[in-house]
């Protein structure tokens, strides 16, 4: 690309577009910037424990789950769509999964399978009803953000005989490879050969004081670079773009806009059955109220990372950085005298923020007055 | 290259219902000529494009592609026997970067699956210059498409249909919301695409944006050919006569002392 810049002459009327103005196209400065403040605050005010190999571990737990679903839920976003449903969708996720393995008794791997595929069923009739009948995606993920939760509530009780929670799930998953993809810490040796050579603090009995990196943040940290790959240079990143900026233009240009939005709904249904995995094998339990508010902390942290409500610009760096804001600011507040309850109005802020930052973004890149 | 006309119909009509859109029209186009179809608002010109691209299917009479008959079920099929229709509304999407809208939905991809990715390079390389061969230079492949004057957007859309293989342009009133400038760059590029060897349609009401590049005229009226001129038959003043359907116009035009 750079090169056949330089080989055609440069136009004289273009003024050489600064690091500035080049930084502000990208959808997610916002994010960074705000990331920059939050870290800046937490700087001043915080213990400087929450600054430590082990406090950014715990800020990171948090944002981990939240930013699986908020990077799939800035993919829709991006694709012109909404999914409200994804908060409940944890929960009925979580269901399948220990009702699988601890009341059917089976293999992890066909336990698994089952929720990932019934996930993305439901994720496919999600977008089905939103394409055929041209409702708003918001209204109709919303009734299922309640059928789901019901669904969960009931199925619960049906399979505990009364109880909202199922426990004894890990158990039943037994050890093993494919369990410990989604459960426990990962690079242990890592970590302990870090403290045996003094790289890191560690207990006077030689043990490290953090003993690995919770694989929930490795998903995350894979998911949103898988995302953002996809999103960037593949084609079907074209298509969800497309998809999203003007649905009449794309299907006129040969897009299947149909296909990628139920693909779409699907990949944010999967992304929910995810974090439920990781949730029921870090627990082994599961529970009907996992999950509730999830669906708008993702949209939120969506939109602080760059999405445009109205969808076809966004990115999932973005929503990454977003999460991660999420978390510092949740857990953050503890390591300072301030009320945690803060954190609300906080979050209620920042987001006011983002969404007039985006707008103004906008108009700057479609050069709308 | 045969001597048939690229497109031609015969006696074309369309009714929806009890409405009668088309009542016998006739046209052709041939290779490296600028037809324009001239009409006010009502005389069918949006019924015949969209019956030429694919749109809709004529109630009877002839439709032929080559010289041969054809019978269109989708746009789809209009854009494989290379007619293609770049419509008002552009098909462009203002968020995304010139290289993106050009090659949407079409995208050059290289490596095998699972890494198959976007051939950026390429695909950069060749907007740039399929635009510099029309004379705009988009500085920057990488801007939005929101940031281009809709002169320039109307000829990124043509670029696009003739790079990926029209050999007939259906423009659709694309200089009916534009300033007189960028009027004069879309019509420019009009004449570049006629010099390549392409049939264009151009739809428009305006006579004297017509006149400038067309070398025959096509005048429809409540959805009848009125007839077909070429440019040295006819002069500005008849044809928006013919157009405007009679003497109202030019009563009006010597009322206000001057052509309307």
């Not at chain 1, 009341?103 to 066909?110: D, K, R, W």
């Not at chain 2, 691209?53 to 041969?68: A, C, I, M, N, Q």
């Not at chain 2, 009009?190 to 006149?211: E, K, M």
Request: net charge positive; proline share 3%.
């Amino acid at each position: 690309m750079s090169t056949t810049a330089t080989v055609i002459a440069r136009d004289e009327r273009l003024r050489r577009a600064s690091f500035l103005v080049r930084a502000m196209r990208r959808p997610e400065l916002g994010a960074l910037a705000g990331l920059a403040l939050v870290i800046l605050f937490f700087g001043i005010y915080a213990d400087k424990s929450m600054f430590t190999l082990g406090g950014v571990m715990t800020v990171l737990a948090p944002a981990a789950e939240l930013g699986i679903l908020a990077v799939a839920a800035a993919l829709l976003m991006i694709g012109g769509e909404f999914d409200l449903s994804i908060g409940s969708m944890v929960a009925l996720a979580g269901l399948i999964l220990g009702v699988s393995l601890a009341v059917l008794h089976l293999p992890f791997v066909v336990a698994l399978l089952l929720t990932a595929v019934c996930a993305a069923a439901l994720g496919a009739v999600n977008g089905t009803i939103v394409i055929h009948t041209r409702l708003p995606s918001f209204i109709v993920t919303l009734a299922f953000l309640f059928i789901y939760r019901g669904l969960s509530l009931v199925g619960l009780k049906w399979a505990t005989g009364g109880s909202t929670q199922l426990r004894g799930i890990g158990d039943a998953a037994g050890g093993g490879f494919l369990p410990g993809l989604f459960s426990g810490l990962a690079f242990h040796p890592l970590f302990t050969w870090m403290a045996a050579h003094d790289m890191i603090q560690k207990f006077p009995s030689g043990e490290p004081t953090v003993q690995g990196v919770p694989v929930s943040i490795l998903w995350f940290v894979g998911f949103a670079l898988l995302a953002t790959w996809v999103l960037l240079a593949t084609r079907a990143g074209n298509w969800i773009f497309a998809a999203g900026g003007d649905a009449n233009a794309a299907r006129n240009s040969g897009v299947p806009v149909a296909p990628v939005k139920t693909a779409l709904f699907m990949l944010t249904a999967v992304s929910a059955a995810l974090v439920a995995t990781l949730q029921v094998m870090n627990t082994g339990s599961t529970d009907a109220l996992r999950g509730e508010q999830k669906e708008f902390e993702a949209v939120i942290a969506a939109v602080i990372g760059g999405c445009l409500l109205t969808g076809g610009y966004g990115s999932a760096i973005g929503a990454f950085l977003g999460a991660i804001i999420f978390g510092m600011v949740s857990i953050g507040l503890t390591y300072t005298h301030f009320d945690s309850d803060w954190f609300k109005v906080f979050l209620g802020g920042m987001l006011l923020l983002a969404v007039l930052f985006n707008s103004f973004i906008r108009r700057k890149v479609t050069g709308e007055r | 290259m045969s001597d048939a006309p690229l497109i031609e119909v015969r006696d074309i009509v369309k009714t929806f219902g009890s409405v009668i859109a088309l009542n016998g029209v006739s046209m052709s186009v041939r290779s490296g000529e600028v037809l324009c179809l001239l009409g006010d608002n009502g005389a069918g010109k949006s019924t015949l494009i969209k019956t030429l691209s694919g749109v809709y299917r004529p109630t009877s009479g002839e439709f032929l592609v080559d010289g041969k008959p054809v019978a269109f079920r989708s746009p789809r099929d209009a854009l494989d026997a290379g007619i293609a229709t770049v419509y008002q509304d552009l098909a462009m999407i203002p968020l995304m970067s010139v290289t993106r809208n050009f090659f949407m939905g079409r995208e050059p991809v290289r490596g095998i699956w699972p890494f198959r990715r976007l051939d950026f390079a390429r695909a950069q390389d060749v907007t740039r210059e399929e635009m510099m061969r029309i004379g705009i230079d988009v500085r920057d492949p990488h801007q939005a498409v929101g940031t281009l004057s809709g002169g320039e957007r109307q000829c990124v859309a043509i670029a696009r249909a003739v790079y990926f293989g029209a050999q007939v342009l259906i423009l659709d009133e694309p200089t009916s919301a534009l300033g007189v400038a960028q009027t004069s760059v879309v019509l420019k590029y009009i004449h570049i695409v006629r010099s390549r060897g392409l049939g264009v349609i151009f739809i428009t009401h305006n006579v004297r944006h017509a006149h400038v590049v067309g070398d025959r005229f096509t005048v429809l009226n409540r959805g009848r050919t009125l007839g077909t001129y070429d440019k040295s038959e006819i002069a500005i003043e008849e044809l928006q006569n013919l157009m405007a359907g009679g003497k109202e116009l030019a009563e009006l035009s010597g009322a206000l002392g001057g052509t309307v």
